[in-house]
């Protein structure tokens, strides 16, 4: 048998939605478990919408997560003299014929369809007509002559033997009447002329691929084996959509959700192995099987992102980590300035607890990012007169230490505490507005260790808390 070969052949008409991502995802892991190579077809052949922008989104969006392809682009636009040569033959040979009905005779066929409320067939009428019969004054299309009679089996790697009828299939349209060839005859061209083995894709192909068996039986090309994964659903079990919120990878990205997090999560839904959860890049290649992908529809669920994500912000060794976030910060916040950077890969250990995104990581961390406190109006309220004796008596006492740690910084804490009659959420918040803006935030000892000596000495001596 040759060499696994598969592709991902996206539409540069848009943003590369999630379920071409994972697609995109089970072709490349089978072709590295396999030993083989794996493909990108860029089917640009719809002019009007096609754009480089897309193209280059699609490229960038697969490199983010980790899937390079092999070899060069192949670009369908500049191979549609093949796809028109495979046609003619298709013609010569009578598999195909040219079909004379005007554009009103077969909007007339699709009414009287939906009037009886069945799915519309072309009617077949050109199938038999002598060319001379052919009127002068209309271009045809040329319409593939499908099998009328018995059955096709599709021995699907996922789905197992789906039958289908063959008068079900109707007479397609290969080339339209301007000459143009369609999605079917293309896709069969360059798949043939790639050297495809295998088509992984959504099982919404599949009537697809029962055409494109019957191109590939007409033209005595062998037959690539075909795999049909279930359709990702929303949560409410309708088909997930590019209309949808959350349906493409800069959805992802832009909250701070890391490239291991969301391949892991994709890995996951609809392929299982075991009862394992986490896999590494290398553990992916090495146990992905066409026989772990289930046959039903799986639920995107943005929660179980979070916390695939949260998984990886706790575990991945903390360089890592600080320079994830500081590529997230170029990209989609404010960068974090050089000085700044030594004590936000200090502060890491404890700005991540909790944290399920790099945003929060990036909320967490913006009282060490930012040269000024930015007050929460609300929590500054609560710096009451006794507050203010608390903030003034700790700079006080914080003036005699030499070195900041927690040793240090507890014993002033439980005195202040103790003279001041309150409990350590008295001590703890007023310090923690002071020195954040917020009640809310990382522990007081956190805060004041990764903010330094003289930059807790500025901020507690600041006028707008007088």
Not at 52 to 78: A, P
Not at 115 to 143: C, F, G, H, M, T
Not at 170 to 195: C, K, W
Request: with cysteine; glycine share 4%; aromatic share 8%.
């Amino acid at each position: 048998m040759s060499k696994v070969a598969t592709r991902f052949a996206p539409s540069p008409t848009g943003a590369l939605h999630i379920g071409g991502v994972r697609t995109a995802l089970f072709n490349w892991l089978f072709s590295k478990n396999q030993k083989g190579t794996f493909h990108l077809r860029i089917e640009d052949t719809d002019k009007e919408r096609s754009k480089d922008e897309h193209k280059k989104q699609i490229i960038d969006s697969l490199r983010w997560l980790g899937i390079e392809h092999d070899g060069d682009e192949y670009i369908q636009s500049s191979k549609i003299n093949d796809h028109i040569k495979v046609a003619n033959k298709l013609l010569k040979n009578g598999n195909a014929y040219k079909c004379y009905c005007s554009a009103e005779e077969i909007e007339a066929q699709k009414k009287r369809a939906r009037q009886k409320k069945l799915p519309y067939i072309y009617n077949r009428k050109w199938r038999d007509i002598p060319e001379s019969d052919a009127p002068k004054d209309i271009k045809p299309v040329i319409r593939f002559k499908s099998k009328i009679e018995g059955s096709t089996i599709l021995k699907d790697l996922v789905q197992g033997d789906v039958e289908i009828e063959n008068n079900t299939i109707e007479d397609f349209i290969i080339l339209r009447n301007d000459g143009t060839p369609t999605y079917n005859l293309s896709a069969t061209v360059d798949d043939h002329q790639m050297n495809m083995t295998h088509i992984i894709r959504g099982d919404d192909h599949k009537i697809n691929t029962f055409k494109q068996m019957q191109i590939y039986e007409a033209m005595n090309w062998d037959l690539p084996k075909f795999a049909h994964i279930p359709l990702i659903h929303t949560l409410e079990g309708k088909k997930l959509s590019k209309r949808d919120n959350a349906s493409t990878l800069d959805d992802y990205s832009k909250i701070g959700i890391m490239p291991d997090a969301l391949r892991n999560y994709l890995l996951r839904l609809g392929w299982s192995y075991e009862d394992k959860e986490i896999f590494t890049l290398d553990e992916s290649i090495k146990h992905f099987n066409i026989e772990g992908i289930g046959k039903s529809p799986s639920k995107l669920d943005i929660s179980r992102i979070l916390s695939m994500n949260e998984h990886y912000i706790k575990n991945i060794d903390e360089n890592d980590l600080f320079n994830q976030l500081t590529e997230y910060c170029k990209l989609y916040k404010s960068e974090i300035k050089s000085e700044k950077k030594d004590k936000i890969k200090k502060s890491l250990t404890f700005l991540k607890n909790k944290a399920k995104t790099l945003a929060d990581i990036f909320n967490n961390g913006q009282y060490i990012m930012v040269d000024e406190v930015n007050f929460n109006q609300e929590d500054v309220k609560l710096i009451d007169d006794k507050a203010k004796k608390v903030i003034s008596s700790f700079t006080t006492k914080f003036a005699d230490v030499d070195k900041i740690s927690k040793e240090t910084l507890e014993p002033i804490v439980n005195e202040l505490i103790k003279s001041n009659d309150t409990n350590f959420k008295g001590v703890g918040q007023p310090l923690r507005i002071a020195l954040t803006g917020s009640k809310f935030g990382p522990g007081i000892y956190d805060i004041i260790i990764s903010l330094g000596k003289e930059e807790v000495t500025k901020r507690l001596s600041s006028k707008k808390l007088s």
